[in-house]
């Protein structure tokens, strides 16, 4: 009988593309669930189970429902939101994963601050603004400071803060995205909380991993070179294999794994990101997900001579077969997220080719659409699209994708205002 796997995601496109086609070479019936209408008949032929995120009892009925009594080998998630209801599809079908509790502190940053702080991890200091409070200068925190919104991800919303009136500015504009037509869908609960917390310097890194009994085994730690130190936090480039120095990143990875503990997670992805400071780790994030979309292009795993993308060592790891045994890619890797530098309507992009023609570049994906309303951060949420780039060492990665973003010349029309 074939292992069966359920992955919960919100949205079509490249990812769920790349594990369809790795549970084709696996022989694994791979189950969609996506949050989409259930009303249509299949409208994207792909058999996906209708659920709803935020109405995660009525989901699970539905899952029961179509998956009948068979069993589950495992979960997966992409995404953020996907996350809980995956942990409690794997607790009703008997699958290993995160527990729902974890998953619901790893998407929660004042729950996740909590648990960290518990368990004995530096962070920072942090306050929550409850819906409808005006005075976040009242408080008089420490400057710098940092805004954020508490589900929000992708760096949506964060603003940086240097003085009582910027504060207020920045508390401001965050109410304004959190009543954007798109955040009021969630109808998450938390969706009008916000978060003020201590400005966390230093370099900053991303980390994947996959947990197996409670235990992290690390897959790639990213760097991300261009500094994060506001007035919003925007990412550009991921890099990997780490320029940091080995003890450094030992001690990075043993800070998720006491943060990992600390939260819950057992079984599956961890996405985290964390601070380096003069020797002192901060756990920014620790996600119950795999790195999301394009990006996970920039990983592949390889034995035997054979390589393969990240997706189907994921889908290895969730339907309980051989997955330790796969090493990261020897050479130096990395993708770089290209920015909206102004809001506008997208109408084009020139230079791909010569872009293309870098040395090292592998791959660029443009992901706007023509005519597309584009919206930088702090309101936004998308990038124009992405650059790959392969060598021998990080710093030759990391001037493919910078040489190859300067050739770029994207065409952004100004939205018109009323006078």
């Known amino acids: 009988m074939k292992p069966r796997v359920l992955l919960c995601a919100t949205t079509t496109g490249y990812q769920l593309r790349m594990f369809d086609e790795a549970a084709a070479r696996l022989g694994v019936d791979l189950r969609l669930a996506s949050d989409r209408c259930g009303i249509l008949d299949d409208p994207w032929r792909d058999h996906a189970i209708p659920v709803r995120y935020h109405e995660l ?64 991890l530096p962070v920072p200091w942090f ?48 109410r304004r995205i959190l009543s954007a037509p798109d955040v009021r869908a969630l109808r998450d609960p938390d969706a009008d909380v916000i978060l003020v917390e201590g400005f966390v310097p230093g370099h900053e890194h991303a980390i994947e991993g996959l947990m197996a009994a409670g235990r992290l085994r690390p897959m790639a730690i990213f760097d991300k070179p261009d500094p994060l130190d506001g007035p919003f936090f925007e990412e550009t480039i991921y890099v990997t294999p780490s320029r940091a120095p080995d003890a450094t990143q030992a001690a990075m990875l043993d800070a998720i794994q ?16 964390c601070r380096v400071h003069r020797g002192r780790i901060v756990v920014l994030e620790v996600a119950a997900r795999s790195i999301g979309g394009l990006c996970a292009r920039a990983l592949a795993f390889t034995r035997d001579g054979i390589t393969i993308p990240f997706e189907e060592l994921l889908l290895r790891h969730a339907a309980g077969m051989e997955w330790d045994s796969w090493t990261r890619e020897r050479r130096a890797s990395g993708v770089m997220m290209i920015p909206i530098p102004a809001a506008g309507f997208y109408r084009g992009v020139a230079g791909e080719a010569d872009a293309l023609g870098v040395p090292c570049v592998t791959a660029i994906q443009i992901t706007a659409k023509s005519d597309q309303q584009l919206l930088p951060l702090p309101e936004g949420h998308s990038y124009l699209g992405f650059i790959f780039a392969g060598a021998e060492t990080p710093a030759d990665v990391e001037a493919a994708l910078r040489t190859a973003h300067g050739r770029l010349r994207f065409r952004i029309d100004p939205a018109l205002t009323m006078a």
């Open 258 to 273: 006491i943060a990992a503990t600390a939260i819950g997670l057992t079984d599956g992805p961890v996405h985290a990101e």
């Open 127 to 174: 306050r929550v603004l409850p819906p409808g409070d005006a005075d976040a200068a009242r408080l008089a925190p420490p400057y710098p400071c940092v805004v954020k919104p508490v589900i929000l991800s992708a760096s949506r919303g964060v603003m940086r803060a240097d003085d009582a009136g910027g504060l207020n500015d920045a508390v401001a504009r965050l």
């Open 57 to 120: 009892d009525s989901s699970l009925e539905a899952l029961q429902a179509n998956l009948g009594r068979s069993s589950l080998s495992g979960v997966l998630a992409v995404g953020d939101r996907p996350t809980v209801l995956a942990a409690r599809a794997a607790m009703a079908f008997g699958a290993r994963w995160h527990s729902p509790e974890a998953a619901e502190i790893s998407r929660n940053k004042v729950r996740l601050r909590e648990r960290l702080a518990a368990a004995g």
